[in-house]
């Protein structure tokens, strides 16, 4: 009895004593838990989209109320910061024209809302982005609009827009989120590079029929109407001994901006230059026909030449190589900027 | 009365041990926040976070940045790419992680080579001075030595003699699209940032003419563990307990030395012959080997030697208590009293297993019939049905 006693107790000192000094020394642990080092997660492959689709709206909605203001002075000065490139060019002429005219019609109404967004993902700049708008208030066509990123310290800009053409069905593009692959503007994986593509319109709209491209490209309401306008001018200038001329040139200091579709076909968006001419004989007068030059004419006498600058854009789908179909004019937009009558 | 001292230690550890279980959970608590702050002076205005440090201890981040006075402080988040391109190649500094869990661990990174600045090695010496964190003392160190002409006096000197002639001027980051938040402020901005799937940085920026890096102050919440607690307050009760059960019995057996024990201390050394026909006597008291005589001797004996031994035990006790214990033959004694008591209580339980044979189920629904008068084919079946349950019954009892 007394050895067992003396055991156990020996034996619950010893534990009491263990306990305890088992506790002082789990304390001291406690006190300098590991710092933790980070853990950053793995870099996404392929890369994730630029921008998420609520990014997109707030880029959309910043360049939407920079238009709108400056559409309230009519004053573009405030534009640079959202708008660039040939959408700069043709808002500060249709802004100039509203200013002149007191009317603010034929300044192009561009929805803030969009249907359809295509972003980017590309990891570097520029980086360029899409918008489908839904229908204007004017019940025109919807836009597609093409917002640019240049630098990494600059915001998205409102560069291009183009009117779709009526009845055109947009390429399907892969999801918002997951985002598409822009291409290269000499991308060798479609029909004809994105360059060239735009090269082959300019010559197609230059030429017509008489293209060699002319079998590219399917047919488009856009040519119609600019073979209206020929047809209407050819025929006020034949009597006066006149011409009418009208030459597209792919603007060599804009590049063209492409991005992939679903299909592995790419929607091509680049910006030209037009420029049209009426001449008639010594002593007859042309004068400006529509509202836009009217306006860009002002008070100027009519003469015998009347030279209209056009800032063109065009939106253009491009097949995958190998395909089968044609290239498709999706959109454009053909604005007179430049008014001359020498 | 060692027992007791024991039982005391016992009762005294299991009080420590929950108090310090407690104490864990409460007064020692790590804080319910960890706050890590920067204390970058090198060059540039930004700082910005590697991917991997906002997440650095919680998902939930809340970011301060400081700078003197008035200055302007823009905080934004964005993913590596983004803020890796709007930062390009300007001198900035890199929060890496955590030094301690006070401070967070800083990088320098030196603006990319502009314009090879040659003759300007006095200002490279500038540079490594004015920047304190540990991790920026390797790269000018490494360079400084072999620094003597090129490229590593290149790659210094711009970013020093810029910093020297022109003040800097602080980009201010706000208001790019690429960010996910962002938060500016006259001296001090403050955002929250929840953490999300991918690689992001959070970029810190001084903004202005001859702008500073701003003081960058990381808080999680920090779940904090008390893996103490329970241990300490379980272990402690069963110490406390323990204690308590053995002072219990250290105060029980001085009680029993008054009466039972007597005959236990009747075996004393002195006596300890008489000690063996004493416990033969405890373990047989009917054995038939025993004499007449010797019970008569023993009865008297024994209330003689009970009085005797209590008188010698008390003596004893006062004298030295721990020879008692040393002797080992007292408490001996006192088992082989103890033994044949606690061993005759099995045999009671093993009569007592009558009454758990009675218990079963067949006897049980007898007694219920019985009971009730219930006979399910009437009393013939109820005579034929008795008889069953007795087998079972004596079954049970010879088991």
């Known amino acids: 009895m007394t050895r067992t ?26 006190c300098s838990s590991p710092l933790p080092t980070p853990q950053p997660d793995p870099t996404q492959d392929p890369p994730p989209p630029v921008l998420t689709e609520t990014q997109e709206t707030v880029v ?7 238009l709108a203001a400056a559409s309230e002075t009519n004053d573009p000065a405030g534009l640079d910061a959202r708008v660039t490139g040939p959408a700069l060019a043709i808002r500060t002429s249709q802004l100039a024209v509203a200013a002149a005219r007191g009317n603010a019609d034929l300044v192009t109404e561009l929805p803030t809302e969009a249907q359809q967004v295509v972003i980017p993902t590309t990891q570097t700049w520029p980086r360029t982005s899409y918008a489908v708008s839904v229908q204007p208030e004017s019940l025109q066509t919807p836009r ?24 055109v069905t947009m390429p399907s593009f892969a999801d918002p989120s997951i985002g598409s692959e822009a291409v290269a503007p000499d991308d060798s994986s479609l029909l004809v590079t994105p360059t060239d593509a735009v090269a082959q319109y300019a010559d197609v709209l230059n030429l017509g029929t008489g ?34 001329a009208l030459t597209f040139t792919p603007n060599p200091d804009e590049q063209v901006r492409a991005v992939r579709t679903a299909d592995g076909g790419a929607l091509v968006v680049g910006a030209m230059t037009s420029q049209e001419s009426m001449t008639a004989e010594e002593g007859a007068q042309v004068p400006p026909d529509t509202e836009t030059i009217k306006a860009l004419y002002g008070d100027k006498t009519p003469t015998n030449v009347l030279k209209v600058g056009y800032v063109d854009v065009v939106a253009l789908y491009v097949p995958p190589a190998g395909s089968e179909e044609k290239i498709r004019v999706v959109g454009n937009e053909h604005v007179a900027t430049s008014v001359a009558n020498s | 009365m060692l027992q007791r001292i024991i039982a005391a230690l016992l009762v005294v550890g299991g009080l420590v041990a929950i108090g310090l279980g407690v104490a864990s959970a409460t007064v020692w608590r790590d804080s ?8 970058y002076t090198g060059d540039g205005t930004l700082l910005v976070t590697e991917p991997g440090v906002l997440d650095l201890v919680a998902e939930d981040v809340t970011i301060r940045a400081t700078a003197p006075g008035e200055q302007q402080v823009t905080l934004a988040i964005g993913r590596e790419v983004d803020v890796t391109g709007w930062v390009g190649e300007q001198a900035h500094g890199v929060v890496t992680g955590l030094a301690d869990w006070d401070t967070l661990a800083t990088r320098a990174v030196e603006a990319a080579p502009a314009e090879p600045a040659e003759g300007e090695e006095p200002a490279e010496g500038e540079t490594p001075e004015g920047e304190e964190t540990p991790a920026d003392e390797e790269t000018p160190a490494g360079e400084g030595t072999p620094a003597d002409g090129e490229t590593p006096a290149d790659e210094e000197a711009p970013a020093a003699g810029e910093a020297a002639e022109a003040p800097v001027v602080g980009l201010d980051p706000a208001g790019s699209d690429m960010w996910f938040e962002e938060s500016s402020g006259a001296g001090s901005a403050s955002l929250r940032w929840s953490d999300q799937p991918g690689r992001w940085q959070l970029l810190a920026a001084g903004v202005g003419e001859g702008a500073v890096a701003p003081t960058l102050e990381l808080s999680w919440p920090r779940e904090v563990e008390t893996p103490f607690l329970w241990p300490g307050v379980v272990g402690g009760v069963v110490l406390l307990l323990l204690g308590l059960g053995i002072g219990a019995a250290s105060f029980r057996p001085s009680r029993r030395a008054g009466s039972g024990r007597g005959s236990a201390t009747s075996s004393t050394p002195v006596v300890a012959p008489a000690a063996a026909p004493v416990e033969d006597e405890g373990n047989g008291a009917e054995a038939p080997t025993d004499t007449a005589q010797v019970r008569m001797l023993t009865r008297r004996e024994l209330r003689e030697r009970e009085e005797a031994e209590r008188l010698a035990q008390q003596q004893a006790r006062g004298q030295k208590p ?20 606690t061993a005759a209580q099995p045999t009671v339980d093993a009569a007592a297993g009558h009454p758990t044979a009675q218990d079963s189920a067949s006897t049980r629904a007898d007694a219920w019939r019985r009971a009730w008068g219930f006979t399910p084919g009437g009393t013939a079946a109820g005579t034929t049905a008795e008889p069953q349950g007795d087998p079972d019954e004596t079954k049970d009892s010879t088991r």
């Open chain 1, 5 to 30: 006693t003396r055991g156990t107790a020996r034996a619950r000192r010893h534990l009491a004593g263990v306990s305890g000094g088992l506790v002082g020394a789990l304390l001291l642990a406690a």
């Open chain 1, 60 to 66: 959309l909605d910043a360049v939407a109320s920079a």
């Open chain 1, 144 to 167: 597609l609009s093409v917002l640019e990123q240049g630098a990494a310290r600059q915001n998205y800009r409102l560069w291009a827009w183009v009117r779709l053409l009526p009845g």
């Open chain 1, 211 to 244: 293209s060699g491209f002319a079998e590219t490209f399917e047919d488009d309401s856009f040519r119609t109407l600019l073979a209206e306008r020929a047809q209407a001018w050819t025929t006020a200038l034949e009597p006066a001994a006149g011409k009418y």
């Open chain 2, 32 to 39: 319910d926040t960890a706050v890590a702050t920067t204390a």
């Open chain 2, 322 to 341: 721990r020879r008692a214990w040393l002797t080992g033959q007292i408490p001996i004694v006192a088992r082989g009293e103890r033994r044949p008591r």
